[in-house]
């Protein structure tokens, strides 16, 4: 238990050796179905801690469902294609562009992308193992095997079929180095807090210049028009007989050193020409255009257009019209056309221009400007808008149907759903192409008639590529559905999400074995974070209900992310990444998981491996009394006996209905989900089967005989630990596997506890026996309380202690209370009366200022109150209040302090479920019994010095000037001998006692 990874360790080869996971499968073949779709993890890099949390839930739910007798296909999935493969390989062969790729031979670095997705997925199937995850390893899905393929390729064909494929040609946001367009769904959170460089150009203008602002200068040259707004009041400014035209709301700010010459409305400027002050080839006559986006809270009212730089300026360019600059190229770099701008890298170009501007004397201004701007999800590159050709599918057709499905899944945590609906309001077109190499081909085929034909399989292509992916599917040509005529592919490949959207599909084998999918979509429960709600949940619900009309998934269950112990994200770049390996390593999976289970998984978890020594301590007990049970049962050849269990014994009863509510709660957690409560639940009952039920009972286990107590108490710990191995077995399956075999010898058992049923819970038919038991404990810390402000520690035993309670159900265990509270004997009182005096102590601070001349009049009252009134008061929470000559005043706890004088000899305590006393004398007898159990302490500390087995019986010499206590041992020889396994039992003649006793007067050896 020290090292836990060598018991896992083992444990796994103990799994592979019977191999579980089939005997799992086939165990609950035919039975009831739980279908769960896995979110394919890219097979890119190692795991770290990061992947662990959901795979962690992953794992807990289909073991469970497994206990339960559940039909599961246990499948695993892998993301193998896009970007995120290709931008390690390109790091790992050390290419630096889109053009180093094609160097270096397409086909070359198709390969090498497939085989890192192969080596990852192997290490990473390890390390998920590792973790516990029992997923049929043999049988994960990768995304870019033909199957997947093909099925996206009928996807695509369906949208086509419903006329929603088109091909955009618009500005889109794009990452030079990747030399790709992202699309919405991969932007969003993809921004970071910058600062560039604004500029104030002037464009000459009538007698002055138009004062235009921008924060891209590199989208300068490629400016087609200014736009006003209307509606608002511009002015023409002049200083030392310099003319600049901007709103006139500037002659406060920028503006206040210039007189105002002229004012009038945006209207009078729209359809003006200004002068376009760059030299290249678009000369064509620039004119001031109207636009509603035209704001005042930042700029100068006069917005540079540059229609192929921009979205919005494209879409209003549109409208007006205008024409449409190509700027950038794919890696960032300006186009022919614009002289000393062409060639230049769009950073580049920022610099440029405001250093040209100055030299013609256009620039006003240059200023610092902070704001959220777009980077690249991938390599966290700025962003730039460019004009692209792309494939989109368009959403308005499905946006309703989407919105109308997403209603009949369940979100967990609740607010999903709005944050899903949300976002299918405001999606945009999805744009599936990617100017890329390792990925989905695209089926498109256009060919110059105008038709595009769309695969929809691979049946569809002439003859068969080496692979479909890139190059050799591009050498592929198909004849144009119309015209005949033989049409090349496009270059692009596909979106990724398109690879893990269709897995509801491609996974079940849509196309080949309908029944077979329809026995296992949708997914009873699917769980990834919750990012995945505009990723991966969207991009399988967009398929799922345009393929089928239905949701791909039933139940989502979702995560927040994992950052570093102080809360900072993980980043392999700021070096605070945690990989799982180590954590396996020193931690084991085990604790690991139990550190994810007890995570509110609303917030973002810190990992911080100091929060696992709770559990470690909570999974070492449980650990624990299976050896403490181990070690006697052994002694005693045990073997489960159901009947014997559950007979008298109040304690034994207890224990048994504790382990059915346990039971039955756990239950309902796990098949609710909730893993907290349920981890709370575990450690609660850990606790009380420790501190109560194996403290309490573990004098019986050193009984030598097989008495009818022993047998009582050993079949129900038996009971105990076995059904909790099996109950806990989803959260911790190494330990609870390590559990049972070690207990699978006292009675029948499977081979695994995987392999068990998760235990049947009966009807709790002894609730009341909870409750008092319950009621028992907390008189029992009463009584320490007590005995604590009484300076009587628990060693002497007191005489008598006396209950006040209302419930009658606990006279059954004043046996418990006697030794708990060591004391002679438990009696219950009808009233207290006898014994305490109740005295009520006015606040005169608080009532002098109140009552004034009416404080003697307090006095009396509070005099001529009855004991009883004031008991019922203090003790039974009735309400009082005093009648001061007509005007009530209520007794509360700030106006009145309540003494309670017990009766000499006596200690009491109160509290909402009743008083407890107990009596200051000791008792003769049991001063002894208290004497003789510290002896017998020191007797087995003896015992464990010496290295003696539990089964080894060894003499005793003993030796004492307490003529009393020696007259006690002798008459509790038989007890002694038993509980402290001797053989025999001799007075010393002479002081040589291995171990002397100051305190009683007596020493002692053991000899074997
Ligand atoms: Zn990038
Ligand atoms: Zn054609």
């Known amino acids: 238990m020290n090292n836990p990874s060598v018991h896992e360790t083992k444990v796994l080869e103990f799994w592979d050796e019977l191999d579980l996971v089939t005997k799992v499968m086939e165990k609950n073949r035919g039975k009831k179905k739980f279908s769960f779709f896995d979110g394919p993890v890219t097979a890119n890099n190692a795991l770290g801690v990061h992947h662990a949390w959901g795979r962690t839930y992953k794992d807990v739910v289909q073991r469970y469902k497994a206990l339960k007798g559940y039909d599961q296909r246990l499948q695993n999935g892998f993301d193998c294609q896009g970007l995120w493969v290709e931008v390690e390989v390109e790091k790992s062969l050390h290419l630096d562009s889109k053009q180093e790729i094609l160097d270096f031979g397409l086909d070359r670095f198709s390969v090498a992308c497939k085989d890192r997705v192969g080596t990852y997925s192997q ?18 899905y990768y995304t870019h095997t033909d199957q997947n393929i093909e099925h996206i390729w009928h996807f695509l064909k369906e949208c086509h079929k419903n006329g929603w494929l088109y091909r955009g040609h618009h500005p889109m946001p794009w990452c030079w180095r990747c030399g790709t367009s992202l699309s919405s769904h991969e932007q969003v959170d993809s921004y970071r807090e910058m600062t560039h460089t604004a500029l104030y150009a002037k464009f000459p203008f009538k007698d002055g210049s138009l004062l235009v602002w921008t924060t891209t200068p590199w989208t300068l040259p490629a400016n087609v028009a200014v736009a006003v707004n209307p509606e608002f ?24 050193k210039y007189n105002v010459q002229d004012i009038f409305t945006g209207e009078k400027l729209v359809g003006e020409g200004y002068s376009y002050p760059f030299e290249n080839d678009h000369q064509f006559p620039r004119i001031l255009v109207a636009w509603d986006k035209v704001n005042m809270e930042e700029g100068t009212g006069l917005v540079h257009m540059a229609t192929g730089c921009g979205l919005e300026d494209y879409q209003r360019g549109k409208e007006l019209d205008l024409t449409v600059l190509h700027a950038l190229d794919e890696s960032g770099h300006y186009v022919e056309g614009y002289h000393e701008f062409s060639g230049k890298f769009y950073a580049e170009v920022n610099l440029m221009v405001a250093q040209f501007l100055s030299r013609n004397d256009l620039l006003f201004k240059e200023e610092s400007y902070n704001h959220r701007y777009p980077v690249c999800w991938r390599c966290k590159e700025e962003l730039v808008y460019r004009l692209v050709d792309e494939w989109f599918i368009s959403s308005e057709e499905v946006r309703p149907l989407l919105l109308e499905v997403s209603e009949s899944v369940v979100w967990d945590p609740p607010y999903l759903k709005k944050q899903f609906q949300n976002w299918l309001e405001n999606m945009g077109d999805w744009c599936v192409s990617r100017k890329r190499f390792w990925g989905l081909p695209l089926p498109f085929y256009p060919c110059d008639c105008g038709h595009l034909t769309v695969l929809g399989s691979r049946a569809d292509l002439s003859s068969l590529p080496q692979e479909l992916h890139r190059p050799w599917i591009d050498e592929v040509e198909v004849n144009c559905e119309k015209c005949g005529q033989p049409v090349k592919r496009v270059l692009d490949v596909g979106d990724c999400w398109l690879d893990a959207g269709v897995m509801s599909f491609s996974t079940l084998n849509y196309l080949g074995s309908y029944e077979y999918w329809q026995e296992w979509y949708p997914a009873d429960f699917v769980c990834e974070m919750r990012e995945q709600t505009r990723l991966w949940f969207y991009s399988m619900m967009y398929m799922g209900v345009t393929l089928t009309g239905s949701p791909p998934f039933k139940y989502v269950y979702s995560y927040e992310k994992v950052d570093d112990k102080d809360g900072n994200p993980l980043h392999k770049s700021s070096k605070n990444v945690i990989w799982l390996d180590e954590v396996l390593k020193d931690t084991g999976a085990d604790v690991l998981r139990a550190l994810y289970l ?16 709770f559990h470690v301590k909570t999974l070492k007990q449980f650990y624990n009394y299976v050896k403490f049970l181990v070690t006697y049962a052994d002694l005693d050849a045990f073997q489960f006996d159901a009947e014997f269990r559950v007979r008298d014994n109040l304690l034994d009863k207890w224990m048994n209905a504790r382990l059915q509510q346990f039971v039955e709660m756990a239950d309902q957690l796990y098949s609710s989900y909730q893993f907290v409560e349920l981890i709370t639940e575990f450690t609660e009952f850990v606790e009380e089967l420790s501190n109560w039920y194996v403290r309490r009972s573990r004098r019986k286990f050193w009984v030598e005989d097989m008495s009818h107590e022993k047998g009582s108490a050993m079949n129900t710990l038996f009971f105990v630990l076995k059904t909790l191995a099996v109950v806990v077995a989803p959260m911790f399956p190494f330990l609870s596997e390590v559990v049972y075999q070690k207990l699978k010898k006292y009675a029948h058992g499977e081979v695994s506890v995987h392999l068990e049923k998760f235990s049947e819970h009966l009807p709790i038919t002894d609730s009341k026996l909870l409750t008092l038991m319950c009621k028992t404990r907390e008189f029992t810390s009463l009584g320490l309380q007590l005995r604590q402000s009484m300076h009587k520690k628990v060693k002497y035993p007191l005489k008598e202690c006396l209950l006040f309670v209302s419930e009658p159900g606990l006279y059954e265990f004043t046996g418990l209370l006697k030794e708990e509270l060591n004391v002679e004997r ?29 404080t003697k009049l307090l006095k009396r009252t509070l005099q001529s109150l009855s004991q009883s009134e004031m008991k019922d008061y203090a003790l039974r929470c009735k309400e009082l209040s005093l009648d001061l000559n007509g005007e009530l005043l209520d007794v509360n706890s700030e106006n009145f302090t309540t003494v309670l004088h017990w009766r000499a000899g006596y ?39 010496l290295n003696l087995q539990i089964s080894e019986l060894v003499e005793m010499r003993f030796n004492t000037t307490d003529k009393s206590l020696e007259d006690f041992l002798w008459r509790k020889e038989s007890r002694l001998r038993s509980e402290a396994r001797l053989s025999g039992i001799r007075r010393l003649e002479v002081n040589t006692g291995d171990v002397v006793l100051d305190t009683l007067n007596l020493e002692f050896s053991l000899l074997n």
């Open 826 to 854: 438990v009696r219950f009182l009808d009233s207290l009366d006898w014994y305490v005096k109740i005295e009520l102590k006015p606040n005169y601070r608080l009532l002098g200022a109140k009552l004034g001349s009416r």
């Open 598 to 613: 007890s995570q509110n998984r609303k917030r973002n978890m810190r990992f911080d491996l100091k929060r696992a020594d």
């Open 907 to 945: 200690r009491g305590i109160t509290s909402p479920f009743g008083s407890l006393l107990l009596s200051e004398a000791e008792s003769p007898d049991l001063v002894y019994e208290g004497k003789y159990r510290v002896f017998l302490r020191y007797v087995q500390l003896e015992r464990k010095r």
């Open 123 to 140: 290490v990473q199937t390890e390390q998920s193992r590792r973790l516990g995850q029992m997923m049929d390893w043999k049988n994960s």
């Open 233 to 256: 009041e511009y002015a023409a400014f002049e200083l030392n007989g310099e003319v600049l035209y901007a709103g006139s709301w500037l002659r406060n700010t920028l503006l206040k």
